[in-house]
């Protein structure tokens, strides 16, 4: 799993590429609770995930408490098909604001 982050005005662009499963997901998830903690809006750019585990599931939806505690929003933007299908069959998608792609969720979180 890689984690990249970028800033774009006012919104933190967190991408996530490869496999988040149980062998990543504690790693992401202690880097994701310091980010949402960080005072921005948070866009999850999911466009390189591969895979997502009940571990992933897992770890997106505490980002979210974590977001939404801190005042914040945390969004998904260009979710692939397989990991979106996962997360509609568990009742996930529907914790998130989603965007099809970067652009409109930077946009959005921005304000504009």
């Known amino acids: 799993m890689n984690l ?3 800033t774009a005005g006012e919104v933190l662009v967190v991408r996530l590429a490869g496999e988040l499963d149980g062998r990543a997901a504690p790693a992401v998830q202690s880097q994701l609770v310091e980010l949402c903690a960080a005072g921005r ?3 999850l750019d999911l466009a390189g995930l591969t895979y997502l585990s009940s571990a992933g599931l897992r770890t997106l939806l505490l980002a979210h408490r974590w977001a939404q505690a801190a005042g914040r929003r945390l969004a998904l933007a260009a979710v692939p098909d397989r990991p979106a ?3 509609a069959a568990t009742g996930f998608l529907g914790f998130f604001e989603l965007f099809d ?4 969720g930077i946009k959005a ?3 504009r």
């Open 4 to 6: 990249t982050q970028r």
């Open 85 to 87: 299908d996962v997360m």
């Open 41 to 43: 809006n948070v866009l």
């Open 109 to 111: 979180l921005n304000g």
């Open 101 to 104: 792609d970067i652009d409109a």
